[in-house]
């Protein structure tokens, strides 16, 4: 497994659950002389990610990007993807889709959270699931003609009624080729009865994992027991990303910090001593 932190680059989701944000550049280096393996990008939209600029610094500094989320298309545009509107539903389509070819760039997957919206007094349930399924259906095709990877994440009920279990996630993307499930262990832990058998039973449908302790902070400032999560993922052998999509509380350092000591006593495995590092912001 490997691990990833989150750099958010919107404005407007300065209270998100992003570890880093605004200066760019200074977080990428940071994560770097951490020693995270990647950072997951949340941009504002497709073409608003500085492609060339953004690929040299992590090339030069031996890093991954994990994964860019699609949020900013709701948090900012107010697009989902079953949206009964069917004109502002291909707007949503169309930025995904534009955000897979982004995402392609960096060997990167595109996180459909926020974007699978939720039903209305104009949309059923039903109906706003077999939309979304539908929207889905479109994204996968698309990311079958290039190296696209979408990843669908089951949201808590606060957030979605569409699925909200990874049981249900698993459901929705059934059948496609390039779609998996981003497992986040802030949703999970509101919403599983059992998150290690979630794991077990989600299998190989699982392609990202947010790491995320009970109240959204870092691994290790909340109560999860995270050492039976890894071991699940473990068993099923998942070889993915373990991506910070937390706070930047009590500080963006502090929640890095936090995140590769946990990283590194849950896998034991050595990577740059936080300890030793001065330079971080
Ligand atoms: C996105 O990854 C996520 O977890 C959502 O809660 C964002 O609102
Ligand atoms: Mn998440």
Known sequence: ?????????????RQGPFVFHGDWRSAVQTASELGFHAVEIFPRSPESVPVAEFKSLVDNLGLQVSAL???AGWLVERLTLADPNQARRSLAIDFVRRMIDTAVEFQAAAII?????RSSAD????RSRGLLRESLETLDRH?????????????NRYETDQCNTLAQGTDMIRGLHRTQILADWFHMNIEEANM???????????GHVH?????RHAIGFGHLDAKPLVEALQRIGYTGYLS??????PSSESAARRTVESFQKLLAVKTTDPTKITSAH
Do not use: K
């Open 123 to 126: 949309c059923p349930p039903d």
């Open 196 to 206: 290690i058998q979630a794991i077990e039973h989600a299998g190989s449908a699982i």
């Open 143 to 155: 990311s079958s003609d290039s190296t696209g990877r979408l990843l669908y994440e089951p949201l």
């Open 244 to 249: 910070a999509e937390v706070f930047p509380l």
């Open 113 to 117: 959270g926020s974007m699978q919206g």
């Open 211 to 215: 790491f995320a302790d009970t109240n």
């Open 69 to 71: 989320g699609t949020g």
């Open 1 to 13: 497994m490997r691990s990833s932190i989150t750099v958010s680059l919107v404005p407007e989701a």
